[in-house]
């Protein structure tokens, strides 16, 4: 993961609300030919052509979304620029220009948001997105931070949630429930923590889980494997929220039913020892757990020999006719109700 030096502290009233602009924005230089202008004016003017474009937000708070006691603010800055290209990709396109705004309190020094600031360049040089703009505002308590992200689509390639078939082939990309693993590590390390600061943890068997906790990356290669493989998706949607509820999202949008098949959903083996360390039921975890930014898609069973057997994507279940309903057809084969209890029942977190 990231190395983190903070040393020295200045006073975000040194430099002032455009000193601090300058400061945090000197590096973004826009590599994109779309990107006709980007920060120093009083809007950036941009140029897709004849390709459709792809608009999504999201508004990250402090206290709610994140944690600062065990997030550190460069991995914080990469994540909230994940979490919105993320949402491009399930629209089946490419992620071109993002807007970073931010509202934060004194008790920040500029190194702080300088750390916040190399986290986003590092995701922008990454995922080859330019920043091309945003806004910087003061806030009482805690720090904010809103991207939205563009992206483009040629008209007759952006996928929907709507649009699945009864039939249609339920896929999943990458495996499940690892970053909602991560967090409890980080949670319960925190409580450690509290009770003795001199503790050294031994994070050494939880890295991937903490990694895809603090440091996700969303699915860049998708669209492109698509392309590629020549399969069109009938439906797509990130899983932001858990697999369950994404699943009801696009049976709800493409007004079919699902069955889900318990054995056939990927679960890295760190996530199924850590359940287990946790007395946590993976299976429930990969349901309700959230933040893995996986890409979940339909596609037409002609299409399956497109796919089948590739590393990257796992066919998790069926679409079914509206009335029958989603299921989740457990390993001894009893067929449960699928129901949404995303982040929120789960505790600690909202969208
Ligand atoms: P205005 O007063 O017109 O909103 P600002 O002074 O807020 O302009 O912003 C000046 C330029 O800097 C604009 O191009 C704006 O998009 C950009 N900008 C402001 N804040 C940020 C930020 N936090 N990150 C990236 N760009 C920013
Ligand atoms: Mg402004």
């Given amino acids: 993961m990231f190395e983190n030096s903070q040393e020295s502290r200045t006073n975000l009233s040194e430099l002032g609300e455009f000193g601090l602009i300058d400061h945090l924005t000197k590096n973004f230089s826009p590599r994109l030919k779309s990107t006709i202008k980007a920060i120093g004016d009083d809007a950036a003017v941009l140029d897709f052509e004849n390709e459709q474009t792809l608009i999504s937000t999201d508004l990250l708070v402090e206290g709610v979304h994140f944690d600062l006691s065990y997030t550190p603010l460069k991995h914080l800055g990469y994540k909230a620029v994940m979490v919105n290209l993320s949402d491009i990709y399930a629209m089946n396109g490419t992620a071109t220009q993002i807007t970073v705004s931010i509202a934060v309190s004194n008790r920040f020094p500029v ?126 949607i990130d899983i932001s929220d858990g697999l369950s509820s994404e699943i009801i999202h696009l049976c709800k949008s493409s007004k079919v039913g699902a069955n889900l098949f318990e054995e056939k959903i990927p679960l890295d083996p760190a996530v199924i020892s850590v359940c287990e360390e946790f007395q946590l039921d993976s299976t429930t975890i990969a349901l309700s757990g959230g933040e893995d930014y996986e890409l979940l898609f339909t596609i037409s069973q002609n299409d399956y020999d497109k796919i089948k057997g590739n590393p990257h994507l796992t066919v998790i279940g069926h679409m079914t006719e509206e009335k029958e309903g989603m299921h989740l057809i457990t390993r001894a084969a009893q067929k449960l109700p699928l129901i949404a209890r995303g982040w929120n029942s789960m505790g600690n977190k909202e969208d």
């Fill in 111 to 236: 190194e702080a948001l300088e750390e916040l600031y190399s986290g986003i360049h590092l995701a922008s040089k990454i995922y080859n997105v330019d920043v091309v703009g945003g806004d910087t505002t003061s806030s009482t308590s805690g720090l904010f931070i809103s991207v939205t992200a563009l992206g483009v689509a040629e008209k007759d390639e952006v996928v929907y949630r709507e649009g699945a078939n009864p039939n249609d082939l339920l896929v999943l990309t990458g495996d499940l429930g690892a970053a909602y693993m991560g967090l409890q590590v980080l949670e319960r390390e925190k409580e450690v923590f509290k009770a003795n600061p001199n503790a050294q943890p031994d994070l050494d068997q939880y890295t991937y889980l903490i990694e895809r906790q603090l440091k996700p990356e969303a699915r860049k290669d998708i669209p492109p494997l698509l392309k590629k493989l020549e399969v069109k998706p009938t439906s797509m």
